[in-house]
């Protein structure tokens, strides 16, 4: 039997120990860049004026829908609102099924990504699941209450 | 011919998975500790309360507005539901707060009028008015997130105390302390 | 009554527990060696009590005592009765005590059953186990008490959750559970090892079938929550990718590594160091898992609402236990030799990759899964979703399936390639095939992007099918035994799984539309039309329904009721999907609202061969079956033929 392909038992040891940190650094280093360029920011409108992000990037916006901004396309189907958080007003465009709780007034926060003319292109909207769930990055939306309170 | 041992080198490699949890372990307790404070404090103390008007939620109480909020008297103003359950557990505390003349206006969130009159029947009725908001919009309009919450409303309609969570035993004399400055 | 007896039966089993591991700790001295005797018994009667506590909390579900808070907060008098049953789990405390249970059942079962360890490793497994049980006993009874009683009971109950109210889900967490949990056995049998310092083919040849059954119901529990996913969110999607969900995905990666690398420690005594680490590596992926979803510090639309006081309790019982044992490990390690050699090419090889690239996907599940708090402690808020996982997923497993062809095929310890060509160049002739028709007749992969992943999947999943087979060819197929069976079967199944996800995300198609009552759409081969909406009222809810006229390439239409549903108590509305399956694909329909001008908004999905994804995941689950059932056997055989010898040798006077 050829056994000299057989490397001797410390010598396979550490060849299968670099192996796996080679790789297993190897996916690190891979799932760290990915994620900084991969990870979907979130942004108030605030940010989205002052700050905005790159044109077709997977984006997501939290805020109040603006009383007043809903509006049915024709198609039935697609609706357009404004997501403001009492400094800032940006415009949502969506297509589909709104979740039961989205309505006018209350928070909301969108999937999705800017388009030209600054208009935010959003492909799923996230509401609530539980009377007690305030999504975390929305607990400092103090500003945005302030807001509603003014437009009363 | 024994076996060699492991060389000197892999046994410092066995620490990397310790080493790996740790930095877990590290991350995870600041992400808990950081926002340790989850309640959603509202923007609004101090300032009026915003303007609505809302029907009554059983026949038998009035509905609630701010016009009437603004009378001049400072009062305690309860967001609950029937289906809250630890808006039970402060019942006990509610009724105290009434005994003692204290004026208690409620807000029924997203419930149904048989399901209040339950409610009211099996928990008592310390309200003077209750009013009914389907959709939490009056709720959220007065920075309340969640339920049971309850502000403290003086006598020109500004908000000047909010209390999230039940009312426990012991937080009865600081309601009616803030009740008392708000009537200064 | 039945409270206090629960909460009673509870504490006696933590004292047990406590018990347990004190007289295993101290049977394994010298002085203490006259213990041993009690390990066992005291293990069985703790999993008996535990056992006892959850039936407890069932009966109080179903009789809906509203004196307990923990009914009073989750159910309700006009539950049915399935879902009343289930409420028990879906709560963080039931299910909390559920876990409890499973792991005490799990260290009775194995106290009653295990023979063939040493028996000084026996001992130390179950202190192992006890070990671990009662950080989740003091939680439990200190922290997150599920008897706990309210003064006054209300009138009436707060609701399960109606997104619960399901039967795929309502069984979903306790086969979950089974998984997870089932998994500290493998952790327990690592640190018996460990301490007694007996990591061999024997401690494999135990622990196997533990972690095939463990795994086995991670792999159902996955499959059945992903297609609920699937149809009750409304969404068409199957995997989001949602920490809760790689909470369940993590200790399922680790335990097919597991599964794996004990299988060559068993049969070649190699990998023994690696396969004890990726034992505690498995249980520690649950229990981190669970810290995840219970601690609310990651945003889940599924999560627990739970607080950071008991996230803290869970991490620092995290902080004890996988410390612990990656400390115990990181000293004894060394007293594990290396195991025997084996060339490049050889099955051991092989699975050393399969193991490598699961271990990478893995990290890159947990790093994507954590990566939102590791910048939020900078200040930014970010999510992380199909565009990391799917793509730096991909990388490592594409090899690891192209290895999963050719791995079972190579003998042991050492073998060329070219033994195999004709066996691998089917599958790779057909890999080839399919992707040149793809190329040649679907321009839809190309144009406006090219879908690269479901192209490649489409292609490496036929190939694999094959491969997958192919170590039955030339056997006596009534002969070869069944771990190969299962092997050949879960292999299959994966590429089964892998064909429904490219296909599914090749070729699906969508409409979108506002329709009137009367009117036509197609979507794919299908036409439907809208007949009719109508209110409709249940139990504990009432609907608007929808009637469709479903016909597929103008064929006789089938009738399809997608309804948008309201809660009562909790108020909430969920859309409740209508599915029409055909052997090559499943319509999906969602009713959503209706517009002023009296038009209903209707989504339509055609979705070819997207069932094949959880057949595929039921396939895996069989194949692990089968394993577990041809191991099994063949260990009580030995253990019989092992009694007759030592039988014969008594009554020879030997």
């Known amino acids: ?152 | 011919m024994s076996e060699a041992p492991a060389p000197r080198r892999a046994g410092l490699w066995l620490w990397v998975p310790l080493a790996v949890f740790a930095g877990f372990f590290v991350l995870v307790m600041t992400g808990l500790l950081a926002p340790a404070d989850r309640e959603v404090a509202s923007a609004m103390i101090g300032k009026p309360l915003p303007q609505f008007d809302l029907r009554p939620a059983v026949p038998g109480r009035p509905g609630v507005s701010t016009a009437q909020l603004a009378d001049g008297k400072p009062r305690l103003l309860n967001v609950f539901a029937s289906w809250c359950i630890p808006c039970i557990a402060e019942a006990p505390q509610l009724e105290a707060l009434a005994r003692q003349g204290v004026e208690i206006d409620g807000i029924a969130i997203r419930d149904r009028t048989q399901d209040v009159e339950r409610f009211l029947d099996a928990n008592g009725n310390p309200y003077q008015r209750i009013g009914a908001d389907d959709l939490s919009q009056v709720q959220m309009s007065i920075g309340s997130s969640g339920v049971p919450e309850t502000f403290v409303i003086d006598g020109k309609g500004i908000i000047r105390h909010q209390h999230i969570g039940d009312i426990r035993a012991e937080d009865v004399p600081k309601l009616i302390e803030k009740l008392r400055e708000a009537g200064q | 009554m039945i409270a206090e007896i629960g909460l009673a039966c509870l504490w006696m089993a933590g004292a047990l527990a406590l018990l347990q591991l004190v007289t295993g700790a101290l049977a394994l001295t010298s002085k203490g060696v006259g213990l041993a005797g009690i390990v066992r018994p005291v293990a069985v009667a703790q999993g008996l009590l535990c056992g006892l506590a959850f039936v407890c909390l069932i009966a109080l579900f179903l009789r809906t005592d509203l004196s307990v808070k923990l009914i009073a907060t989750n159910s309700h008098s006009l539950k049915p009765f399935i879902y009343k049953l289930a409420g028990t789990w879906g709560n963080h405390e039931g299910s909390m005590l559920l876990w409890v249970t499973v792991m005490a059942l799990a260290g009775a079962f194995i106290a009653l059953v295990e023979r063939r360890l040493r028996n000084d490793t026996m001992l130390a497994t179950l202190a192992g186990q006890a070990f671990v049980s009662i950080g989740f006993y003091a939680f439990l009874l200190l922290s997150s008490n599920p008897f706990e009683r309210l003064a006054v009971p209300p009138p009436e109950g707060n609701g399960l959750n109606p997104l619960l109210q399901d039967i795929g889900l309502a069984f979903h967490p306790p086969t979950l559970y089974l998984g997870y949990v089932g998994l500290s056995i493998a952790f327990s049998f690592a640190i018996g090892a460990l301490v007694t310092s007996d990591v061999g083919p024997a401690f494999a040849r135990a622990m196997r079938p533990w972690v095939l059954g463990a795994w086995l119901f991670l792999t159902i529990g996955i499959t059945a929550g992903s297609y609920w996913a699937y149809y009750e969110l409304g969404w068409g999607g199957w995997w989001f990718w949602d920490p809760v969900e790689n909470a369940s995905l993590m200790p399922w990666l680790a335990a097919t590594a597991l599964i794996h690398s004990s299988s060559v420690l068993a049969t070649r005594n190699a990998l023994r160091a690696w396969t004890v680490m990726l034992a505690v590596v498995a249980f520690s992926m649950s229990m981190i898992g669970t810290f995840l979803v219970r601690s609310g510090i990651l945003t889940s639309v599924h999560a627990f609402a739970v607080d950071p006081e008991r996230g803290s309790f869970i991490l620092a019982l995290l902080a004890i236990y996988i410390g612990g044992a990656l400390v115990l490990f990181a000293i004894r390690a060394r007293t594990i030799t290396e195991g025997a050699r084996f060339a490049l090419t050889s099955r051991e090889s092989a699975l050393v990759v399969n193991n490598v690239m699961l271990s990478a996907i893995l990290g890159i599940v947990l790093l994507g899964t954590l990566y939102p708090l590791l910048t939020e402690a900078f200040g930014e808020k970010v999510s992380v979703g199909p565009p990391y996982f799917d793509p730096v997923g991909a990388i490592f497993f594409i090899p690891m399936l192209l290895v999963m062809a050719v791995g079972p095929l190579l003998h042991w310890r050492n073998d060329r390639l070219g033994r195999i060509t004709g066996k691998i160049a089917i599958p790779a002739l057909l890999i080839g095939a399919v992707l040149l028709g793809l190329a040649l007749f679907a321009p839809s992969l190309f144009t406006p992007s090219f879908k690269l992943l479901p192209f490649i999947g489409m292609g490496l999943a036929v190939g694999l099918a094959v491969a997958s087979v192919m170590p039955l060819i030339g056997r006596n197929l009534r002969r070869t035994p069944l771990p190969t069976w299962g092997m050949v079967v879960a292999h299959l199944g994966i590429a089964v799984s892998l064909f429904g996800v490219a296909t599914d995300s090749a070729f699906a198609t969508e409409k979108l539309v506002a329709s009137r009552i009367g009117e036509s759409h197609t979507v794919g081969p299908w036409s439907i039309t809208l007949k009719n909406v109508e209110p409709v009222a249940g139990p504990n809810w009432t609907s608007l329904e929808a009637t469709m006229a479903a016909s597929y390439d103008g064929g006789t239409a089938t009738t399809i009721h997608p309804q948008a549903r309201n809660y009562t108590s909790p108020p909430t509305v969920t859309s409740e999907s209508a599915l029409l399956t055909r052997w090559n694909g499943q319509l999906y329909a969602v009713l959503g609202e209706e517009a002023d001008d009296g038009r209903w908004q209707l989504r339509l999905w055609w979705k070819p061969f997207v069932p094949m994804i959880w057949y595929g995941g039921l396939l895996i689950g069989l194949g692990g079956l089968l394993s577990l059932i041809g191991r099994v056997a063949r260990d009580m055989k030995r253990s019989r033929a092992e009694e007759k010898i030592a039988d014969r040798r008594e009554r020879q006077g030997r």
């Open chain 1, 1 to 152: 039997m050829n056994t000299s392909k057989l490397l001797k038992a410390k010598h396979q040891r550490l060849i299968l120990l670099v192996i796996a940190l080679v790789v297993l650094t190897g996916a690190g280093l891979l799932a760290a860049w990915a994620l900084r360029s991969q990870a979907s920011y979130f942004y108030v409108p605030s940010d989205i004026q002052a700050d905005p992000p790159e044109i077709g990037v997977a984006v997501r916006l939290g805020g109040i829908v603006e009383k007043g901004s809903l509006q049915t396309a024709p198609d039935g189907v697609t609706i357009d609102f404004v997501v403001e958080d009492g400094k800032a007003r940006t415009p949502v465009r969506f297509s589909g099924i709104t979740p039961a709780l989205f309505v006018e007034g209350s928070g909301v926060v969108a999937e999705g990504r800017l388009a030209d003319g600054g208009v935010f292109i959003a492909d799923n909207l996230l509401a609530k699941h539980d009377e007690k769930y305030v999504p975390r990055e929305m607990a400092d939306m103090t500003k945005a209450r302030d807001a509603m309170a003014q437009t009363q």
